[in-house]
């Protein structure tokens, strides 16, 4: 069971706002844990990833494809469902595994897919939306950040499965 200081930790980073950015590629930033811990936008991811244990399986080889959400995305996220989740860590991991594919799938890639299954074992859906990726209802708001291990699309919002 989580600590309830973990919820905590992470109900008061989510409060943090993100600007927008336009999407970018450039030289990998490490592999997906280390290009995330270098966000300011994506404390209260890493939070979560730690707390669900699944550090060493991001930092692995991989690649997968990660749509991240932001801090601003998990404010949005119904107190009850991140106390839900705090004490609960197979619900966290399944809803963080959710937002993982297996494989590196580019913002290009993603534009002529329709779905793709997740770590989870689910599907999300992916579609476009002026010229956008909408994946399972979020959008990516910056795509293609490169790591070592994958590449990393930043989203606007937390898919629950």
């Given amino acids: ?19 927008p950015a336009a999407a970018s590629a450039g030289a990998p930033k490490g592999n997906i844990v280390a290009a ?3 966000s300011k936008d994506h404390q209260t991811l890493v939070a979560a990833v730690k707390a669900a244990g ?9 690649p997968f494809t990660v749509f991240a959400p932001t801090d601003a995305a998990f404010a949005k996220v119904p107190k009850a469902t ?8 197979a619900k966290l991991r399944a809803v963080l595994l959710y937002h ?6 580019t913002a290009a890639q993603a534009m002529k897919l329709r779905s793709a299954k997740t770590l989870e074992g689910k599907s999300i859906s992916i579609r476009t939306s002026g010229g956008k990726v909408i994946a399972g ?3 990516v708001v910056k795509a293609n ?15 629950i499965p």
């Fill in 1 to 19: 069971m989580l600590h309830i200081r973990t919820l905590a930790a992470l109900a008061s980073v989510a409060a943090i706002a993100m600007a």
């Fill in 36 to 38: 995330a811990m270098t």
């Fill in 54 to 62: 699944l550090v060493e399986t991001l930092a692995g080889r991989g």
């Fill in 82 to 89: 991140l106390v839900s989740l705090a004490k609960n860590k």
């Fill in 100 to 105: 993982v594919v297996k494989g590196k799938v």
């Fill in 137 to 139: 209802g979020a959008t």
């Fill in 145 to 159: 950040v490169l790591a070592s291990n994958g590449v990393i699309h930043v989203i606007n919002k937390v898919l």
